[in-house]
C-alpha cells in the first residue's frame, strides 16, 4: 500500500524560497497523479498544485501561480513542490496526495493517499 512523507518544511522569511519533497513506499508512483494541498490554521484544506501520472500536465491554485512550481521524478519516487517568493499567506501545513489514477485534481475529495504533512511557517 502506497504511503507519503513528506519533508523540507520550516521557518522562512517573507520573499524566502522552499522545497518540499514527498517520498513515495509500498508502491511505485508511476501508478498515480499526484498532489500538493495546504491547510493553513482555521482554514480547510485546499489544493495547491497536481501533476498527472504520466503527460506531466500541471494545475495550480491562482494564489501561487507563477511562484510555485510541482515536478515528479518516478524513478526516485519523489514529486516535489519548489516554492519560491513566500508570503505569510503560505504559511501551513502542507501534505502531498496520490490519486489513482491519471487524471490531476486539485479536489481533496479525489486523493486516495495522504501523507501527514509537513509544516511551513512564512515569517519575519
Known amino acids: 500500500q502506497l504511503q507519503l512523507a513528506e519533508s523540507g518544511g520550516g521557518l522562512v522569511q517573507p520573499g524566502g524560497t522552499l522545497r518540499l519533497s514527498c517520498v513515495a513506499s509500498?508502491?511505485?508512483?508511476?501508478?498515480?497523479?499526484l498532489g500538493w494541498f495546504r491547510q493553513a490554521p482555521g482554514k480547510e484544506r485546499e489544493g495547491v498544485s497536481c501533476?498527472?501520472?504520466?503527460?506531466?500536465?500541471?494545475r495550480y491554485a491562482d494564489s501561487v501561480k507563477g511562484r510555485f512550481t510541482i515536478s515528479r521524478d518516478n524513478a526516485k519516487n519523489t514529486v516535489y513542490l519548489q516554492m519560491n517568493n513566500l508570503s505569510p499567506e503560505d504559511t501551513g501545513v502542507y501534505y502531498c496526495a496520490a490519486h489513482d489514477g491519471s487524471a490531476c485534481f486539485l479536489s481533496i475529495h479525489n486523493m486516495d493517499r495522504w501523507g501527514n504533512g509537513t509544516l511551513v511557517t512564512v515569517s519575519s
Open positions: 501533476i498527472s501520472r504520466s503527460r506531466g500536465i500541471t
Open positions: 509500498g508502491s511505485s508512483l508511476d501508478y498515480y497523479a
